[in-house]
């Protein structure tokens, strides 16, 4: 079942006066925290939310096992952008382009569509 939509958002901080790779969030080349805020379809309500954690100590599919999978139902699994990517165990991200089938084609539109309506 898939009734959640993850967002992986980087927020960017003022820099530590020694600069650390901990902190770097690729998305701004630039010290960032990051937050995982999670949607419901259908309502598009937050569901939850957790991080403000360094970026580069916890890249998006660390911080969702460590926080969001546990409060997960049983079998229950969330839609997410590539940076979620574990073998379909938790997340159901797009399949790659060059490989995608019709059908994976398809579904990698609606993946699409989901993201863009929450």
Known sequence: MYHLHVYGIDFQVYERSTWSKEDFSHKFAH??????IVTAFGCSK?????????????????LARHCL???????????????????HQNFF?????????PVQTQLNSEIH???ARH
């Not at 010290?31 to 995982?36: C, I």
């Not at 999978?69 to 073998?87: H, L, N, Q, T, W």
């Open 31 to 36: 010290s960032g925290l990051r937050y995982d």
């Open 93 to 101: 991200t797009s399949f790659p382009k060059t490989e995608a089938t």
């Open 46 to 62: 937050i569901v939850h939310i957790s991080g403000g954690v360094p970026c580069g100590l916890w890249p998006d599919l660390k």
């Open 69 to 87: 999978v546990p409060r997960m139902i049983s079998g229950e699994k969330a839609c997410a952008d590539r940076g979620y990517r574990d073998g």
């Open 113 to 115: 569509l989901m993201g």
